[in-house]
């Protein structure tokens, strides 16, 4: 059977052999199938063969991403007095997020087409330093050494908190070589302080395009911090003295979910300049600082 699908090509595997039956469905979803596909020379398409392998594999790379199963699959750290948790999201958050996709590829299909993603939980961080991170291979997850050397894809990371008065959020991402050498870094350092009381969910987005060869594995880490006397000044300390008594009295964790990690064969410049997909006049309403964004949520935002 792996044979014979191995000759149809790939949009009608997607399009048509997928839909058959559950068995062929397993078939057509096997790495393996993917892998010979690539390398054959005469597939006549629409779009390059990146385009439909990795559009076809692409998934959420993070495990439990929303804290549906507890902590599983993450590796935790936190100081003396710090702590993970996972907490129900309330109606009015989790009616917001499930507005916001993360897959590249729904860059190609209309509003009314993207499924929404349930979000019912969030991981909560109490108390001073709480990290959290998960190691992928990308081997293990269907990517094999010559798609991601050859296919020149786009690692997109996402993230969600909520931001409370003295915290601060942090999320960094290393792409990895096989012998865990750093090829690529994002760090958000001190970008995402809460110094107000204005508390609201916040997206963080990091795009990794154009990356040499070689990168085999992805680290992703995030953490919830208080600020110390000396990081929040003047102002935000005589600020704490007038609100501790309420500060007290309510909960001031921060919250973090809808973790993910996409790895897409689009490209910033294709996104940008119309040379696929959608015109950016029809994308969707994603504004920063009043602008449209012209690359659905997909791409580097501040």
Not at 189 to 200: A, F, L
Not at 211 to 224: A, K
Request: aromatic fraction near 14%.
């Amino acid at each position: 059977m792996l044979d014979i699908l191995s000759l149809i090509p790939m949009n009608e595997l997607i399009l048509s052999c997928r839909l058959v039956c559950s068995r062929w469905r397993d078939l057509v979803d096997l790495p393996i199938l993917w892998r010979s596909k690539y390398r054959h020379k005469n597939e006549n398409l629409k779009k390059t063969k990146e385009f439909y392998v990795f559009s076809h594999l692409e998934r959420n790379l993070i495990k439990n991403p929303c804290g549906e199963e507890g902590l599983d699959f993450w590796e935790t750290q936190t100081s003396p007095r710090g702590q993970w948790k996972t907490k129900e999201m309330s109606e009015a958050d989790s009616s917001k997020l499930q507005k916001w996709d993360f897959l590249q590829r729904h860059f190609y299909v209309k509003d009314d087409a993207i499924p929404y993603q349930e979000v019912n939980k969030c991981f909560a961080a109490y108390g001073r330093l709480c990290v959290k991170s998960q190691l992928i291979t990308l081997k293990d997850e269907g990517y094999w050494d010559e798609l991601m050397d050859e296919g020149r894809p786009t690692i997109v990371v996402k993230d969600w908190f909520y931001g409370v008065l003295g915290r601060r959020y942090q999320l960094s991402v290393k792409l990895l070589s096989a012998d865990f050498t750093v090829i690529r870094e994002y760090c958000s350092k001190g970008r995402y302080t809460c110094y107000s009381e204005d508390e609201e969910w916040r997206e963080v987005s990091h795009t990794f395009h154009n990356f040499p060869p070689g990168v085999r594995h992805i680290f992703f880490q995030h953490q919830s911090q208080n600020l110390n006397w000396q990081e929040s000044g003047l102002l935000m300390r005589i600020a704490k003295l007038f609100r501790i008594a309420r500060c007290m009295k309510t909960d001031r964790r921060m919250r973090i979910t809808k973790s993910s990690v996409t790895i897409g064969p689009f490209s910033l410049d294709k996104t940008m300049y119309y040379k696929d997909g959608r015109e950016l006049s029809r994308c969707s309403f994603i504004y920063y600082r009043g602008i449209q964004c012209p690359c659905r949520g997909n791409y580097l935002h501040w």
